[in-house]
């Protein structure tokens, strides 16, 4: 049997920001069809890995391999930046992020927030585009929002846009950054449904959350960072069951308070 490269992989990555360090050497892997939770208290470092596997921030330090591939870099420490920006470009339409405020066009449709980057990006042909933009749109619950502007829509239509959007690149992996933390609590429902829903058509994710049932309930794997490292990882039965180290059962009490 062959073995398959997870789709991301991620060894020994050092992230600062001026002087503070963000990221001491994390492990990270998302093999295929997995979802991956990162969960951790504000300022542990997850935003921050989640956007360095997606090359939206450079890395001083460690690997970053995308279905087998490393990413080439020039430079060393804070003047390290990836050598070869079309292979950036290439990972990076593979990787689908869903951000916390949706950041939708204001002045575009839904539907043509939706087909944007296939079209301009992927130069895939329109028509194309647009029936595989509709049927995502159903699929997240809004096909009948296709000709409605992002302003019109609730926070939980416009996330579920925006999931569609990430969609509609057909990418490789969903990368999700506090998808559900700018959204009331009913709104977030909504949202959560769509990705429970995902994560069960087996889609390869990172789930950047502070919300602990959807870690629970979608995740194949749970990492919890504490000031930059993993502190504890492991399957989501036995990181929320049976904790091991006191500073995850510190935090999870925290957050069921």
Not at 58 to 66: A, H, P
Not at 72 to 83: L, M
Not at 213 to 223: F, K, N, P, Y
Request: hydrophobic share 40%; net charge negative; glycine share 8%.
């Amino acid at each position: 049997m062959t073995h398959t490269p997870h789709v991301i992989d991620i060894r020994d990555l050092h992230k600062s920001f001026g002087a503070i360090e963000v990221l001491k050497g994390v492990d990270l892997a998302a093999p295929r069809g997995q979802v991956v939770s990162l969960i951790g208290s504000s300022g542990s470092g997850k935003s921050t890995l989640l956007r360095c596997a997606n090359l939206l921030e450079d890395s001083q330090r460690g690997e970053i391999l995308f279905e087998g591939e490393a990413v080439r870099w020039t430079g060393e420490g804070h003047g390290r930046r990836p050598a070869d920006r079309r292979q950036v470009t290439r990972i990076r339409t593979n990787l689908s992020m869903v951000f916390q405020q949706f950041n939708l066009w204001a002045h575009m449709t839904i539907l043509q927030n939706v087909m944007e980057a296939p079209v301009t990006v992927l130069r895939r042909d329109r028509a194309e585009v647009e029936e595989c933009a509709r049927a995502y749109l159903d699929k997240v619950g809004i096909g009948n929002k296709c000709d409605a502007y992002p302003a019109e829509l609730s926070g939980g239509q416009q996330q579920r846009a925006a999931i569609a959007r990430a969609l509609c690149m057909e990418p490789r992996a969903l990368l999700f950054d506090e998808p559900t933390s700018a959204l009331d609590p009913e709104l977030e429902q909504e949202v959560i449904r769509v990705i429970k829903a995902l994560a069960e058509e087996g889609r390869t994710m990172i789930l950047v959350t502070h919300d602990m049932a959807m870690a629970r309930d979608c995740s194949s794997h749970v990492v919890f960072l504490h000031q930059g490292r993993i502190e504890e990882e492991g399957p989501p039965a036995r990181l929320f069951g049976q904790p091991e180290t006191d500073r995850l059962r510190a935090f999870l009490s925290a957050t069921a308070a």
